[in-house]
Structure formats: structure tokens, C-alpha cells
């Protein structure tokens, strides 16, 4: 486990033992599984809540309103059924990488195009 990670983990260990202690509050937030997606869907009854540009949004207000965030992805970012999916999933990395999640889990679909992308 890298330097990163480990340091990522005992952050999120010990950050709600340290916002006890000191009397205030922290709040999660948690997304995931956007399945290759950069834009809604469409494919919701009670309509669409998903796209990048709109996480970004919503991160951006709660970051604003509540600065102690803690942002946090499960992952499943990537999907790989055509072609046109590898160049969609670089967009949604580089797009996740602006985005300052605290920590991004990798689930095994996002590993289809090798550990180096």
C-alpha cells in the first residue's frame, strides 16, 4: 500500500475521534458507480440525479457550506463494452481528478484498461 493511501486511511480512522474530541462536526459525502456515464442517462422514471458536471456543482455548494467535507467515491467510474468507452473513461478520470474526492475505491471495473491508466 502506498504512502497516499495509507495516510488517506488513517485520515478517515481517526478524523470522527478527532471532531468528538474538539466538539464540532464533519460531515460524508458518498457517490459512486457513475458506470461510465458523463451525463444523465435518461434512463429514470423520477429523473435523473447523475453526471459529472452536476457532482462537481453539488461538491462545490457543500464544500462551501460545510469546509471539514469529507468526499468520498466507491468507485465504478469506468465501464468497457465498446470502443468508444476507453475515451469516455479518460474524460471521467480527468474529470475525477479535479474533483477532490478525499478517497476514490476501485472497484474491478474500473481496472478493465490495465492498473497504468
Not at 442517462?41 to 464544500?63: A, H, M, N, V, W
Request: contains cysteine.
Amino acid at each position: 500500500m502506498n504512502l497516499r493511501k495509507k495516510i488517506n486511511l488513517l485520515l478517515i480512522l481517526l478524523l470522527p475521534q478527532m471532531a468528538w474530541a474538539q466538539g464540532s462536526q464533519i460531515e460524508i459525502v458518498y457517490s459512486g458507480n457513475i458506470d461510465g456515464e458523463l451525463e444523465p442517462c435518461g434512463c429514470s422514471i423520477e429523473g435523473d440525479l447523475g453526471g459529472i458536471l452536476r457532482q462537481s456543482s453539488t461538491l462545490k455548494k457543500l464544500r462551501q457550506e460545510t469546509p471539514e467535507l469529507i468526499s468520498l467515491s466507491s468507485g465504478g467510474l469506468i465501464v468497457s463494452m465498446v470502443p468508444q468507452d476507453k475515451l469516455t473513461a479518460e474524460y471521467i478520470l480527468k474529470a475525477y481528478s479535479t474533483l477532490g474526492f478525499d478517497a476514490v475505491g476501485v472497484q474491478w471495473s474500473d481496472l478493465a484498461y490495465g492498473d497504468d491508466f
